[in-house]
């Protein structure tokens, strides 16, 4: 099993450029969440996914958008890049929405906008 | 808005010492539970803590959790080189459709 795979590793975008960011998940979970993580601030969630056929917004998802492809994939897209969207960028899974359950988290897409 | 707060931002400790770190919430939860995040990697699930526990073990880790105070603290004993990391809690807050908050970490540096 390799859990939650995320691509690209890294990423160097001008600013106004676009991209998406992969992850696929091979754990059958029901949830799966964006989050970034910038120096000295934690991980804030940007966007989730309680199932398939569902997205909903997180603390900070302006500027982004995400699609669930399907139940093993969710990704997430900048239109328009921002150098405020430099960031490390982690996607998560969980086995559904629940209060009592583990995120399983990918190795992270090092994001750059010059 | 960060939920959880760690204290101290940055530990460092000798092989074999125990390490303490503490995380604050500001409002009720339903569990807590405790990341580690090695340099260039994603985080990984250490300890989940239910708010009707007060403590809970798994391995070399303790966690205890007090609702009263809306603290936490994570104890590594008998520290190793590889403990070497970034900790960081999550609360699962009431009413927010159990999605986790994380604070901002403890770094912890365990020389030989």
């Known amino acids: 099993n390799a859990g939650v795979t995320q691509t690209p590793k890294f990423q160097v975008l001008k600013t106004g450029q676009s991209m998406t960011l992969q992850c696929a998940q091979d754990?059958?979970?029901?949830?799966m969440y964006w989050y970034r993580q910038d120096p000295g601030m934690g991980l804030r969630l940007i966007y989730y996914?309680?199932?398939?056929?569902?997205?909903d917004k997180g603390e900070v998802p302006n500027g982004y958008n995400v699609s669930r492809l399907n139940k093993r994939e969710f990704s997430l897209r900048l239109e328009s890049a921002a150098p405020s969207q430099t960031s490390v960028y982690f996607c998560?899974?969980?086995?559904?929405?629940?209060?009592?359950?583990?995120?399983?988290f990918g190795p992270g897409t090092r994001l750059t906008v010059l | 808005s960060q939920q959880g707060e760690e204290d101290p931002q940055a530990l460092s400790i000798q092989e074999g010492e125990n390490a303490t770190m503490n995380c604050s919430y500001k409002?009720?939860?339903?569990?807590l539970q405790w990341y580690r995040q090695n340099s260039g990697r994603g985080l990984v699930h250490l300890i989940l803590?239910?708010?009707?526990?007060r403590e809970k073990h798994s391995g070399r880790l303790r966690v205890t959790l007090d609702t009263s105070k809306k603290s936490s603290s994570l104890l590594i004993t008998a520290s190793r080189a590889a403990d070497t990391a970034s900790y960081f809690c999550?609360?699962?807050?009431?009413?927010?459709?159990?999605?986790?908050?994380f604070g901002t970490g403890t770094r912890l540096q365990v020389t030989l």
């Open positions: 998560a899974s969980s086995p559904r929405l629940s209060a009592y359950n583990e995120q399983f």
């Open positions: 754990m059958n979970h029901n949830s």
């Open positions: 996914s309680a199932s398939e056929g569902t997205t």
């Open positions: 409002t009720s939860i339903n569990n």
């Open positions: 803590i239910r708010s009707n526990e």
């Open positions: 999550a609360t699962d807050a009431a009413g927010t459709a159990s999605k986790l908050t």
